[in-house]
């Protein structure tokens, strides 16, 4: 499984008005905050691995909260990680066990996420708290074969609801939120 | 709060007999498996902690997994450690995230626990693969005023079903676990 994900700045309110005229379906809408931890005995950003909890809010509803390890790439050409993620049941208890192990809880990304579907594609919009506003068009397909034409069709999908493909922006939440401290 | 607990090695269907007899209350059966994690970047042994993943299946009802994180003695007298825990969906996949962060797994002591209420103690029975048959009888107190009374009461209980509280052995279960393996 192959995952093609294009993320763009944007206008949210702009978006949200032309998804509605082109009747997408709104899906859900979740207040996620992700809390990323540095390790003790490795550098996460040197070996390109995560270790987030994630604490997500339908809603309607009760809060569900997940510990994650995200692999390096597999490969350049996919952008495929390895991704293991359980449900955990209280988030600030499994923070209080990672700091006594010595995991430093490095930053923490709030967003509000909207998520439509629209013709085999989920467009995400996220608010993001001292970040800005973006916008995701993402899809999966079986193999690499279908990666070309998917990206296209993401293209497509930005393009009708106003936004600019060359916008892109390879860049994480976490490392927006760093780069915007950083810039202080 | 302040826990006083006494284990003695134990002939389990003796002393079922005898809390039968002595009208004790059963309150619950369950299998215990607890795996122990070594760290990367710390000797657990040396530090007096331990990271555990416990999964607990009761006789009826579904199993459930904790995460368990507890800190060195908090001082000699009271036995007191913290000990932070919380529910996780599942134990295999928190295994695969903390195997790859570089936490092995130690040990897993696997056990049949039986648990009865009597005169204000718990009484668990417990039958440890590999390791042997045990009994531990406990209570909490509120204070350390009240630890010795406590004691002596764990003492008489032990003594009504048949135990011997010269025989109590301090070492945990993962400990006679590692002590046996060194024996082979």
Redesign the interface.
């Known amino acids: 499984m192959y995952e093609v994900e294009i993320k763009v700045p944007a206008d949210l309110e702009r978006v949200r008005n032309r998804l509605d005229e082109l009747g997408a379906t709104s899906t859900d809408a979740v207040v996620q905050a992700d809390t990323y931890y540095d ?4 550098s996460f950003p040197e070996t390109d ?1 995560a ?1 987030r909890i994630r604490s997500e809010r339908p809603e309607r509803g009760d809060e569900v909260t ?4 995200k ?1 390096p790439l597999v490969d350049d050409e996919s952008k495929t990680r ?1 991704e ?7 988030g600030e ?2 923070d ?2 990672l700091t ?3 995991f430093d809880a490095a930053a923490t990304v709030r967003k509000d996420r909207e998520r439509f579907a629209f013709e085999g594609y989920t467009i995400t919009l996220d608010s993001v708290d001292g970040v800005g506003e973006y916008v995701e068009v993402e899809t999966e397909v079986e193999d690499e074969s279908g990666l070309e034409s998917a990206r296209e069709g993401a293209y497509e999908v930005l393009e009708r609801i106003g936004l600019e493909p060359s916008d892109q922006l390879r860049t994480s939440y976490l490392g927006l939120l760093l780069e915007s401290r950083s810039d202080d």
Not at 39 to 42: D, I, M, Q, S
Not at 66 to 69: D, E
Not at 84 to 90: L, N
């Open positions: 390790a003790p005995h490795r691995e270790l997940r510990l994650t390890y692999g390895e293991i993620e359980t449900a955990v049941g209280d208890t499994v209080a066990i006594k192990l010595g």
